[in-house]
């Protein structure tokens, strides 16, 4: 930690929400004739990597001037009256909550910024493409900042447009319906989430979210929590996604181009999840708790409904993809989060803290790799990355005869460092302990072994055992991926595939270090946001 002036410290933060809104606009201007390199392309891609950098920069910054001591306190505090009327004010601050998701959203933008300026995406002009990524950015790190509702709503819906384009406009096949498909959900569930947001305003007279959790739900009867948590829920839940109100996201990843894939399991995600953690569980406990049995039975049907989905697209002959599966993965992963929020209990919410990250990190590198396997052999098919080609089918009696071995992928062989990393990822993934997806998903369980004084702890343990089953589904599809994907003898007549470019490298090895880091060494997550949480849960923050 190093020691910076308060002032410092709201500017800081201040540059991280609007600088990339401003670079967004800045990349629609034509460059100076100093700054075109070798075309204009390269300057507006080169644009994204700088002001992506600069922005991840400032972050690091404000984590490092954050005051770890005091990680409940919010810190970095901008608060200007914008509406009088509404009584609506430009409130921005961070704590051991916020802090974590918004370094990583801010490293995640820059490391797809950086992939993008040596992968560009097949599509229109990369002046817009880089304006959405910065606008796509500005949203997301607002999100984790404001303290306000009616601001948390803008910066919350301000990401489905720059989303909804970067499908339509530079995704593969079918993205035009995914993109559509993406926006109905998403819109459909924030209109009722205004609403409920609306209700919590007028009824308890602010909108300030660090008044209302202070007055812990003591403003509001237990009618109004109710209804506001059903409201804010569901419009929380689809952008999560929880299931059943998650179909928009297989197609969506799987239209999306590969920092697109990146961007929405990494970032966009988190805040639904967020949202349920800053808003629902302080503001409106009664009401929460009402609904939170609901809530960890639809998380650990998503649980179990996901890795059900992944293995019958693993399994020999499926016709599956590889993206739609990582997609699919992704509703199991997100119901162990909301799982942990359930119980309402501080090692439950630290797990979906904790799992958000780990999530962010394990899953944005696996779209990477399944990004980088799409270049190489032009498809993410499953059958076509596996030994077999399409079309053929194990023989009868185990074993595949000579003519069946084709050009598959057979990483091992072929691109040891590419097929090692998909395999070090997809162990990752499934909880293997020493790395990030191990500690999220076991605090989630353990919450929901003794839940919050009120909640039924028999119907907890049900949900607890079924969770864990989902536990061993999950290594048994990851398994079975990185058996088929990277295993296997290579036919001599198989072309070489190229092995990890040095862009490629540096976007992913980040991404690494830091599962690796949170894996070996929690407390430097669970540090920061444990205080945060016991103080949440016990009536709002200072």
């Known amino acids: 930690m190093i020691d910076i002036n308060a002032s410092v410290m ?9 600088g990339p809104l401003l670079g967004a606009v800045a990349a629609l201007l034509p460059a100076p004739p100093g700054l075109k390199g070798k075309s204009p392309e390269q300057a507006v891609l080169r644009h994204g990597v700088t002001v992506t950098g600069a922005i991840l920069a400032a972050t690091i910054v404000l984590a490092l001037g954050f005051d770890h001591d005091h990680p409940s306190k919010m810190q970095a505090t901008t608060d200007i009256s914008w509406i009088p009327a509404l009584d609506v004010r430009i409130h921005l601050g961070i704590d051991g909550i916020s802090l974590p998701l918004l370094v990583l959203t801010a490293l995640l933008t820059f490391l797809c910024a950086l992939y993008s300026y040596f992968k560009m995406p097949a599509g229109p002009s990369p002046k817009a493409f880089v304006a959405l990524l910065l606008l796509l950015e500005s949203g997301t790190l607002a999100t984790f900042a404001v303290l306000d509702l009616l601001l948390f709503f803008l910066a919350f819906e301000m990401v489905l447009i720059p989303m909804y ?3 339509a406009r530079w995704g593969g096949e079918g993205r035009t319906q995914a993109a559509w498909k993406f926006i109905l959900f998403t819109l459909l569930g924030s209109v009722v989430m205004l609403l409920g947001l609306l209700l ?5 007279g602010t909108f300030d979210m660090m008044a209302l959790a202070t007055d812990n739900g003591r403003s509001l009867t237990t009618s109004v929590q109710v209804i506001a948590v059903l409201a804010v829920g569901l419009g929380l839940a689809v952008k999560t996604p929880m299931w059943p109100l998650h179909s928009w996201l297989p197609d969506a990843h799987t239209a999306a181009p590969t920092v697109g894939s990146v961007l929405l399991a990494g970032v966009l995600l988190k805040m639904g999840t967020y949202g349920f953690v800053r808003i629902l569980l302080p503001i409106a406990p009664d009401g929460f708790r009402t609904f939170a049995p609901y809530l960890a039975a639809f998380a650990v ?3 179990i409904y996901g890795s059900l989905a992944c293995l019958a697209l693993a399994r020999q002959g499926a016709k599956g993809d590889l993206k739609r599966l990582i997609a699919y993965s992704s509703v199991g992963h997100m119901g162990f989060v909301l799982l942990g929020i359930a119980t309402m209990t501080p090692t439950g919410v630290n797990g979906a803290l904790f799992a958000n990250i780990a999530h962010g990190l394990i899953t944005g590198l696996l779209f990477f790799l399944v990004g980088a396997l799409k270049d190489r052999t032009g498809t993410t098919d499953l059958d076509s990355l596996s030994l077999l080609s399409p079309g053929h089918r194990p023989s009868t009696s185990g074993s595949a005869a000579p003519n069946q071995l084709q050009t598959g992928a057979a990483l091992y062989g072929k ?5 090692g990393l998909l395999a070090f990822a997809a162990v990752a993934s499934l909880g293997l302990p020493g790395l990030a997806g191990f500690w999220g998903e076991m605090l989630a369980l353990f919450g929901a072994f003794r839940p919050a004084a009120g909640l039924s702890r028999p119907a907890f343990l049900t949900f607890m055992a079924i969770a864990a089953f989902g536990t061993l589904l999950t290594a ?17 007549q198989a072309p ?8 490629e490298f540096a976007a992913w090895t980040p991404l690494v270090a830091l599962t690796v880091v949170a894996g070996l060494w929690p407390r430097a997550l669970l540090g920061l946001t444990d205080p945060a949480v016991q103080q949440l849960l016990a009536g709002g923050t200072r």
């Open 165 to 167: 384009f970067l499908i």
């Open 301 to 303: 049907v998503g649980i």
């Open 476 to 492: 048994a599809y990851l398994l079975i991926v990185v058996r088929r994907v990277c295993m296997g003898p290579v036919p001599q």
């Open 496 to 503: 070489k595939l190229a092995d990890v470019h040095t862009y």
């Open 200 to 204: 919590i305003g007028i009824k308890a």
């Open 10 to 18: 709201q500017v800081l933060l201040a540059f991280v929400v609007v």
């Open 415 to 419: 691109a040891p460092r590419l097929g």
